[in-house]
Nanobody
Framework: QVQLVESGGGVVQAGGSLRLSCAAS????????MGWFRQAPGKEREFAAG????????YYADAVKGRFTISRDITKRTVYLKMNSLKPADSAIYYC?????????????????WGQGTQVTVSS
């Protein structure tokens, strides 16, 4: 069983930055792919960014490309999502997810393990 714990959410003004963290349990390995998803009120959960533990594959959704950066620290088993130039439209609950495999894919059903989420609110 893989356990994921997110942190780093909060309230920020438009144009500001936040860094989210996702700490993974010891069962994750280089064969896992980590993803960040988000869900705004009344909307479906959507893919934001993903990275393989090996670091060889990174993928961003168009909505965040150029503003968000995903990275990982293998020694800490932690994945980060640095969010810059935040907009009110980025307000959502952000979830960390993990899938066993070697491809970064955007589909929710591909990810078996999920964290509980962290709230990000961007004020205008």
């Amino acid at each position: 069983q893989v356990q994921l714990v997110e942190s780093g959410g909060g309230v920020v003004q438009a144009g500001g930055s936040l860094r989210l963290s996702c700490a993974a349990s010891e069962r994750t390995s280089n064969n896992y792919v980590m993803g960040w998803f988000r869900q705004a009120p009344g909307k479906e959960r959507e893919f934001a960014a993903g990275i393989s533990w090996s670091g060889g594959a990174i993928y961003y959704a168009d909505a965040v490309k150029g503003r968000f950066t995903i990275s990982r620290d293998i020694t800490k088993r932690t994945v980060y999502l640095k969010m810059n130039s935040l907009k009110p439209a980025d307000s959502a609950i952000y979830y960390c997810a993990a899938r066993y495999g070697d491809g970064v894919v955007p589909g929710l059903s591909e990810y078996k393990y999920w964290g509980q989420g962290t709230q990000v609110t961007v004020s205008s």
